[in-house]
T-cell receptor, first 114, second 112 residues
C-alpha cells in the first residue's frame, strides 16, 4: 500500500524553467510534509517542509503548495538550474512515540538541461 | 565534522553470510533510524530508536537486528544474507520530537 503517491517519475526541464513535482497522501494523521533532495551516491537531505496549517511555504527558489482538502502537495522549483538535477522525494509523517516515521514517495528524477 | 557517518560505504558478500553496518551521529540527537533504498530508489523505514529504546519496527525479517549501544550509535546486523537484501541502507537521526531527519551517506550492500 503506497500511502504517498508521487509524480512524475522523471522530469526534464530547461534551465530557467519551472519544475513541478506532485504528491498525494491518504493518511489524514500525517502532519508534516517534507521534501528531500538526493544526489547520486549521497544520502537524502531536507530541502523544505510544510505543516498542514499553512497552504504555501517559500524558501528561495523552492516553494511547497499544500492543499489539505485534496490531500495533495507539490514542490515548485523556480528558475531551475543544472545544479538542481537530482532525485526529489516527497514524504509525510506523524509523530510516533518520540520519533517521526517518514513515509516517502517513489521519487522524481529531475534533469535540468542547458 | 561529519554529522551522520556510516561504515562501511560498500559491502559485498556472499549469500548466507552475516554482516553488520555501523552508524554514528555527533549531532546530539535522541532518535536514530535505519532506512532501506531499493534498486528503484524507493526509501522505506526499517527501525527507529529513541534514547536506545526501539520505537519503530516495521515489517522487516527478523534476520535484521538493530542494536543501539548508546544514543549516538545505531548498528544494523543482518544474518543469513539473501539476494533480496541487496540495497543501499541509510542511517538517519533527528532531535527528540524533531521533524528534520539527517541522513548518512549510505552503505551499498551487494549480496552475491
Amino acid at each position: 500500500q503506497q500511502q504517498v503517491k508521487q509524480s512524475p517519475q522523471s522530469l526534464i526541464v530547461q534551465k530557467g524553467g519551472i519544475s513541478i513535482i506532485n504528491c498525494a497522501y491518504e493518511n489524514t494523521a500525517f502532519d508534516y510534509f517534507p521534501w528531500y533532495q538526493q544526489f547520486p551516491g549521497k544520502g537524502p537531505a531536507l530541502l523544505i517542509a510544510i505543516r498542514p496549517d499553512v497552504s504555501e511555504k517559500k524558501e528561495g527558489r523552492f516553494t511547497i503548495s499544500f492543499n489539505k482538502s485534496a490531500k495533495q502537495f507539490s514542490l515548485h522549483i523556480m528558475d531551475s538550474q543544472p545544479g538542481d538535477s537530482a532525485t526529489y522525494f516527497c514524504a509525510a509523517s506523524s509523530l510516533t512515540g518520540g520519533g517521526n516515521k517518514l513515509t516517502f514517495g517513489t521519487g522524481t528524477q529531475l534533469k535540468v538541461e542547458l | 565534522d561529519t554529522a551522520v557517518s556510516q561504515t562501511p560505504k560498500y559491502l559485498v558478500t556472499q549469500m548466507g553470510n552475516d554482516k553488520s553496518i555501523k552508524c554514528e551521529q555527533n549531532l546530539g540527537h535522541d532518535t536514530m533510524y535505519w532506512y532501506k533504498q531499493d534498486s528503484k530508489k524507493f526509501l522505506k523505514i526499517m527501525f527507529s530508536y529513541n534514547n536506545k529504546e526501539l520505537i519503530i519496527n516495521e515489517t522487516v525479517p527478523n534476520r535484521f537486528s538493530p542494536k543501539s549501544p548508546d544514543k549516538a550509535h545505531l548498528n544494523l546486523h543482518i544474518n543469513s544474507l539473501e539476494l533480496g537484501d541487496s540495497a543501499v541502507y541509510f542511517c538517519a537521526s533527528s532531535p527528540g520530537g524533531g521533524d528534520e531527519q539527517f541522513f548518512g551517506p549510505g552503505t551499498r550492500l551487494t549480496v552475491l
